[in-house]
């Protein structure tokens, strides 16, 4: 009997140690589990935080498109430095970005932007596409268009004046672009206007005049000689653009002609007897009488805005 309940004691000892030994495993192992779930949980939230810390640069890219394009570098990943960065004092304590802003290969009004975002030990790599969400100057009227910056630095000649049945040249030899600003334009008595190369004109308005856009008495924008005579120029070389919220009055009268595009979306344009406009128009208003004609070039839909608009972009081919 003493034998079987010695037995017994024994095999409750040997027990009671494989259910200790069994508890102690259990235990490292459950706090193995929870250490490691603590540690995925923190990288899960770091990732988490360089995603938003991407997006932070991709937003501050969009809005330097819009409102100081020429202040931003444009620099190509991963070859280039960045276009601009930003650390901690913008997104927080272990946080940073860098972002790189590029033209489009297909489309040069569109921005490629690659922004890198950091926090803690995880990073994240953001892609888009911003594309103006009005990418022809000349597709519709009114004020929904970008206001138009004059270039820096840039000041108003005076007014430009086309008369007394002469040829006046505009534009630089070697075809480049060439820009000009003037608080007026003045076309008398059979003036032409010959271009040697695209041309955008900046029109600020003149305090003593009214109109600040005058042509009348037969001129003629924008003509090109051929053989012995003139015949129109190429529309997309001629722009006429009223930077800021500026409202001039526009006004082609008599047997006058312009081709080109003018971009005044706070603006009155008037036409009347047989003037003849061929190209594109944004103006707030206009009115059109007699035999007054206008004529939408759709080649117009090709200039493009210049480089200080102020335009509001849109993000696609986000990843």
Known sequence: MRRLLAGERGAALIVALLVAVVG??????????????????????????ALYVAESGANEALFRLKFDPAGL?????????PSFTAGPERVGAGASYDVWVWPDGANPLDRQVVAIGRRGGARHHLQIVASPLQANPFA??????????????????????????????LGNADGTLAVYCFTAIIGRSQARLVLRGPVHIYVVG??????????????????????SGWVPGDPRNLVIWVPGNISIHIDLTGNTEFYGG?????????????????????????????GANF????SMADIGWPVNAQLDYRTGDYR
């Open 24 to 49: 102690t495993v259990g235990l490292g192992t459950a706090g193995a589990l929870a250490q490691g779930t603590a540690r995925s949980a923190n990288r899960w939230r770091e990732a988490g935080s």
């Open 73 to 81: 570098p444009l620099r190509t990943y991963p070859g280039d430095p």
């Open 140 to 169: 519709g009227t009114g004020s929904g268009h970008p206001v138009v910056l004059a270039p820096a630095g840039m000041q108003p000649t005076g007014v430009l004046e086309l008369r007394g049945n002469q040829t006046h040249y």
């Open 206 to 227: 003149d305090p003593g005049l009214d109109p600040d856009i005058d042509i009348a008495g037969g001129a003629r924008l924008n003509i090109v000689a051929d053989g």
């Open 262 to 290: 003018i971009y005044a979306p706070q603006s009155h344009l008037e036409m009347s007897g047989t003037a003849d406009l061929v190209g594109g128009v944004v103006v707030a208003t206009s009115s059109i009488s007699g």
């Open 295 to 298: 004529v939408a070039d759709p």
